[in-house]
DNA sequence: GGATGTGAATGCATTCACAGCA
DNA sequence: TGCTGTGAATGCATTCACATCC
């Protein structure tokens, strides 16, 4: 559902009005930071339940416990990361993940020669001990970013061992059983996208 | 329109099928892969004129080019980076960029103990330097990783420096003139729809 | 009055069914 | 026969208009 998307940036933009002091927000305060109608908030919100007060509007910390139970986001996740290159090292030492109750309980890498190096607080794990890491600390999600061509090998892994949600970096469709999450983020394919609506308001091409 | 999202997908497994040898391809092998129906391939394709070849399919070479006009990646993109943590050094040295036709021109830092580092191939400039590097190079295209207090900053200074398109990886919604195009990628919201999934697929909460 | 919650109407995306061409 | 391209039908998301409650 598309309203799960923006659960979340209202999650965000409350938190800063907590921060802020504030006690409680109207749907229409809510959504003019993050560019969207007064009327789309109410109804997203309203889709999981009633919590806002006619004539008041919604309690900040009242709506921020709620869309933390309906995130999931209401208890730490444990995580492993697959993938140690630029990308994963970055990923792992990633403060946000942390912060929205993500904590990454394992770093792997298929390559003998990264294996025991250190990234951030944890040390890199051979593929081998995947199973044993997830079963230890009953991780249930997984980063992928690895390169393309290794990138179904690793999610049959992750499978396996137990994980059923995936968040793929890596640059290509993963086939995964129909009670695995997966959830793809392509950076390039960003990029396209905004080459293409580029085609249509930039002229001068520069060249 | 969420056709162009496809586009993307359609042109990566074209390119697989191209390095494969492969001379034409039906709707429905190319939908197999992606987990996509032949109908939605050929209405996406169809919105963007007429390329098939009924009784035979699609030849793949003239199909790449097509898309790739389309999607405005037949000429080389130039793009400024801000901010060389962990995430912005990752990025500047991602491969998967300069395969698509993105080349970084210019990584910038607000931090001037990180000033006159190397990045890959590139020299990590201070903020001062962004106009006169987007002047040269002719740069359209921004990637910000920068904390989100900063981003909305940064954001402004590339618009001022003629940037006209701006992929976002900083966790706060940007506010940018109507002809500047704005993509975000918020890490830490895609892990929380997918734990929003994982909530009604796992019930031991491996507690 | 000020705000939420919601049926009705609109618009967009997807699927279905099939005409038409090689 | 095999495959594309497309009007018609369906389904989903958004917007509008308003009843309702503090």
Same mark, same amino acid.
């Given at each position: 559902?598309?309203?799960?998307?923006?659960?979340?940036?209202?999650?965000?933009?409350?938190?800063?009005?907590?921060?802020?002091?504030?006690?409680?927000?109207?749907?229409?305060?809510?959504?003019?930071?993050?560019?969207?109608?007064?009327?789309?908030?109410?109804?997203?919100?309203?889709?999981?339940?009633?919590?806002?007060?006619?004539?008041?509007?919604?309690?900040?910390?009242?709506?921020?416990?709620?869309?933390?139970?309906?995130?999931?986001?209401?208890?730490?996740?444990?995580?492993?990361?697959?993938?140690?290159?630029?990308?994963?090292?970055?990923?792992?030492?990633?403060?946000?993940?942390?912060?929205?109750?993500?904590?990454?309980?394992?770093?792997?890498?298929?390559?003998?020669?990264?294996?025991?190096?250190?990234?951030?607080?944890?040390? @890199?794990?051979?593929?081998?001990?995947?199973?044993? %890491?997830?079963?230890? !600390?009953? *991780?249930? &999600?997984?980063?992928? $970013? =690895?390169?393309?061509?290794?990138?179904?090998?690793?999610?049959?892994?992750?499978?396996?061992?137990? @994980?059923?949600?995936?968040?793929?970096?890596?640059? %290509?469709?993963?086939? !995964?059983? *129909?009670? &695995?999450?997966?959830? $793809? =983020?392509?950076?390039?394919?960003?990029?396209?996208?905004?080459?293409?609506?580029?085609?249509?308001?930039?002229?001068?091409?520069?060249?």
């Amino acid at each position: 559902m598309a309203a799960v998307f923006r659960l979340s940036l209202y999650l965000r933009e409350l938190t800063e009005f907590q921060k802020a002091g504030v006690k409680t927000v109207s749907s229409l305060r809510l959504s003019t930071g993050l560019g969207l109608t007064d009327v789309r908030v109410r109804k997203d919100l309203a889709y999981f339940g009633q919590f806002g007060y006619p004539g008041v509007g919604y309690r900040v910390d009242e709506l921020i416990t709620e869309l933390k139970r309906i995130l999931g986001t209401d208890r730490v996740w444990d995580v492993v990361l697959i993938g140690c290159g630029n990308l994963g090292s970055a990923l792992a030492a990633y403060k946000g993940f942390r912060r929205q109750g993500f904590r990454i309980v394992g770093v792997f890498d298929i390559d003998p020669k990264k294996v025991g190096r250190r990234v951030g607080e944890l040390t @890199i794990q051979p593929m081998e001990e995947l199973s044993k %890491t997830t079963a230890r !600390t009953g *991780a249930r &999600v997984g980063i992928i $970013s =690895v390169p393309a061509d290794q990138a179904q090998k690793v999610a049959d892994q992750l499978v396996a061992a137990g @994980i059923r949600g995936i968040l793929n970096f890596a640059c %290509t469709a993963l086939a !995964t059983p *129909a009670n &695995v999450v997966e959830n $793809s =983020v392509n950076l390039a394919i960003r990029l396209e996208q905004l080459t293409f609506q580029l085609r249509s308001l930039v002229q001068d091409s520069g060249a």
